[in-house]
T-cell receptor
Framework: KAGVTQTPRYLIKTRGQQVTLSCSPI?????VSWYQQTPGQGLQFLFE???????NKGNFPGRFSGRQFSNSRSEMNVSTLELGDSALYLC????????????FGEGSRLTVL | AQSVTQLDSQVPVFEEAPVELRCNYS??????LFWYVQYPNQGLQLLLK??????LVESINGFEAEFNKSQTSFHLRKPSVHISDTAEYFC?????????????FGSGTRLSIRP
C-alpha cells in the first residue's frame, strides 16, 4: 500500500510569490490534514479536509488556503509569501474514524527568500 | 481548550540506558493520546496510541507509555535505547467526543543517543 505522497519535496520562492503544494493520501483515506512545522513554533495545524469539505481550520491568515478533490487528493496554497512562511509543510491522511491516528508524508520544505 | 506540554526539549542518553520522555496534557473532556516519532528528514510516524482499555500501551520497537488520568500524563519510556532511536518524539492529544477535532501536538522532545 503506497504511503502519503507530497510534491514537491523542496522548493524555493521569493517574497510576494505564491505556492501550491500537493498531497496524495493513502488509498481509501478520506481525511487530509495539513501542518506547518518550524523550529520555533513546532507543529501547527493548518486545516483538515474530509470528503472535499473543510471541517476544521487552525489559526492561520487567509493567505493559507486548501482544497480537496473527489479522489481525496489535496492541495494547499499560500499566497503573497512572507519570509516567515519558510517551513516544512506536512500532510497527513487518515480514515477519519479515530481523530489523531494520522499517516504523514515526508513533507514539502519551502524556503522563502 | 486542549494543550500538550512536553517538559524536555532535548534528552541526551547513553546507548542501552533507560529513557523517559515526559508528556502532560490538559483537556476538559476525555481524550485519545498518541506518541509520534520523526526521524531526520522524514515525516512523522505513529509510535503508539491510547484509545481505551489498558492504560499501558506498547510499540513494536520496545517503547511503552502509560496513561495516567489523575496526573493527566502520558509519559513514554524505553528500558534500553539504541542508536536507531535517535529522533524527535511528539506527544499528541485529540478530543474523544468529536469526529472533526484538531489534533494538538506538543513541542517535541529531541532524543539523542550517545554511544
Amino acid at each position: 500500500k503506497a504511503g502519503v505522497t507530497q510534491t514537491p519535496r523542496y522548493l524555493i520562492k521569493t517574497r510576494g510569490q505564491q505556492v501550491t503544494l500537493s498531497c496524495s493520501p493513502i488509498s481509501g483515506h478520506r481525511s487530509v490534514s495539513w501542518y506547518q512545522q518550524t523550529p520555533g513554533q513546532g507543529l501547527q495545524f493548518l486545516f483538515e479536509y474530509f470528503s472535499e469539505t473543510q471541517r476544521n481550520k487552525g489559526n492561520f491568515p487567509g493567505r493559507f488556503s486548501g482544497r480537496q478533490f473527489s479522489n481525496s487528493r489535496s492541495e494547499m496554497n499560500v499566497s503573497t509569501l512572507e519570509l516567515g512562511d519558510s517551513a516544512l509543510y506536512l500532510c497527513a491522511s487518515s480514515l477519519g474514524a479515530v481523530p489523531g491516528e494520522l499517516f504523514f508524508g515526508e513533507g514539502s520544505r519551502l524556503t522563502v527568500l | 481548550a486542549q494543550s500538550v506540554t512536553q517538559l524536555d526539549s532535548q534528552v541526551p542518553v547513553f546507548e542501552e540506558a533507560p529513557v523517559e520522555l515526559r508528556c502532560n496534557y490538559s483537556s476538559s473532556v476525555s481524550v485519545y493520546l498518541f506518541w509520534y516519532v520523526q526521524y531526520p528528514n522524514q515525516g512523522l510516524q505513529l509510535l503508539l496510541k491510547y484509545l481505551s482499555g489498558s492504560t499501558l500501551v506498547e510499540s513494536i520497537n520496545g517503547f511503552e507509555a502509560e496513561f495516567n488520568k489523575s496526573q493527566t500524563s502520558f509519559h513514554l519510556r524505553k528500558p534500553s535505547v539504541h542508536i536507531s532511536d535517535t529522533a524527535e518524539y511528539f506527544c499528541a492529544v485529540s478530543d474523544r467526543g468529536s469526529s472533526a477535532s484538531k489534533i494538538i501536538f506538543g513541542s517535541g522532545t529531541r532524543l539523542s543517543i550517545r554511544p
